[in-house]
């Protein structure tokens, strides 16, 4: 199992532009989380999505952000019209249903996104 | 709201030295608290839970609700325990989304 795979792992984008994020979660896992890294800052929670459902997106910026986890395929966080501010680095994590409160989330080695 | 305060950005500690890492939470619920580590070139992950009261790697964090601490304690340093650190809560209710700290930069000196 190669864990959450994240692609690309660097992304470079012209204000303006937009930036596709992409999550593969681990084998077996139907709940993703995106989370945003801005520099000297922790993680911050962005979306949380089952299979064809946003489950809560209330740490999404209101506007050009946008999150999907179709029936096939991976995950994608995308933004459009980037900004400066937008430079950071964007992780993903994975986590089964085991029927317990909290499944442990697993997290991928994260998407830097660098906006000029 | 919930918050999570890490108060040191770096540690440095000498090998075999006690190790002391701050986390302080507000939440007006009770929420579950956990240690996540980022080692060099590798992936965050899960290091220990408050509800699962265990030791990892030397590693141990007792939940304090009266000063809503969860510090994370190693009696004995190693080399290898230079990584970086987030403390991190879920609310008890509401969705499985981490609120993580800032993180706290841990150097064992040799």
């Known amino acids: 199992n190669a864990g959450v795979m994240q692609n690309p792992r660097h992304l470079v984008r012209r204000r303006g532009q937009e930036a596709r994020l992409r999550c593969s979660p681990m084998?077996?896992?139907?709940?993703v989380y995106w989370y945003r890294q801005l520099p000297e800052e922790g993680l911050k929670f962005m979306v949380y999505?089952?299979?064809?459902?946003?489950?809560?997106e209330s740490g999404m910026p209101k506007e050009r952000f946008s999150a999907e986890f179709p029936k096939e395929g991976p995950s994608i966080l995308r933004i459009q019209q980037v900004v400066r501010g937008d430079s950071a680095a964007y992780f993903c994590?994975?986590?089964?249903?085991?029927?317990?409160?909290?499944?442990?989330?697993?997290f991928g080695p994260g998407t830097r996104l660098t906006v000029l | 709201a919930q918050r999570v305060t890490q108060p040191e950005k770096l540690l440095s500690v000498f090998k075999g030295a006690p190790v002391e890492l701050k986390c302080n939470y507000s939440?007006?619920?009770?929420?579950?608290l956990f240690w996540y580590v980022q080692y060099s070139r590798q992936r965050l992950q899960l290091l220990l839970r408050?509800?699962s009261r265990e030791s990892i790697k030397g590693f141990t964090a007792d939940l304090n609700k009266g000063e809503t601490s969860f510090h994370l304690k190693k009696p004995f340093a190693q080399e290898e325990d230079s990584a970086m650190y987030y403390c991190?809560?879920?609310?008890?209710?509401?969705?499985?989304?981490?609120?993580f700290g800032t993180g706290t930069r841990l150097t064992v000196i040799p």
């Open positions: 994590a994975s986590s089964g249903t085991s029927g317990s409160y909290y499944n442990e989330q697993f």
């Open positions: 084998k077996g896992h139907s709940h």
């Open positions: 939440y007006s619920g009770s929420p579950e």
């Open positions: 999505l089952q299979k064809e459902n946003i489950i809560d």
């Open positions: 991190a809560l879920i609310r008890q209710t509401g969705a499985n989304n981490l609120f």
């Open positions: 408050h509800i």
